[in-house]
């Protein structure tokens, strides 16, 4: 049974950090492109970041620079470093494993960045 299980998620201040982890199961983990995805209240799920099984990695505007994600192959975890958080990063976050012949998602965890 293929399980991806995020974690991490909270509340924080406007320029705080917080670190996602996703922990992943009955996938082989190694060979899947692994991505953070986010979904805000009334808007559409949209990509964050992703990292290759090479190790190279993407990310969307809005979040270079300050976002960071790496990926353990021993672990089967892929996580996302999450600095000078904005209100506008509020949204839940998602966990993706993608590969060409499936395409897996976590629940996701909350992320609210207020004063």
């Known amino acids: 049974q293929v399980q991806l299980v995020e974690s991490g998620g909270g509340l924080v201040q406007p320029g705080g950090s917080l670190r996602l982890s996703c922990r992943t199961s009955g996938i082989i983990f190694k060979i899947h492109v692994m991505g953070w995805y986010r979904q805000a209240p009334g808007k559409e799920r949209e990509l964050v970041a992703r990292i290759f099984s090479t190790g190279s990695t993407n990310y969307e505007d809005f979040v270079k620079g300050r976002f960071t994600i790496s990926r353990d192959n021993t672990k089967n975890t892929v996580s996302l470093q999450m600095n000078s958080l904005k209100p506008d990063d509020t949204a839940v976050y998602f966990c993706?494993?993608?590969?060409?012949?499936?395409?897996?998602w976590g629940k996701g965890t909350q992320v609210t960045v207020s004063s």
């Open positions: 993706n494993a993608f590969h060409p012949t499936n395409t897996y």
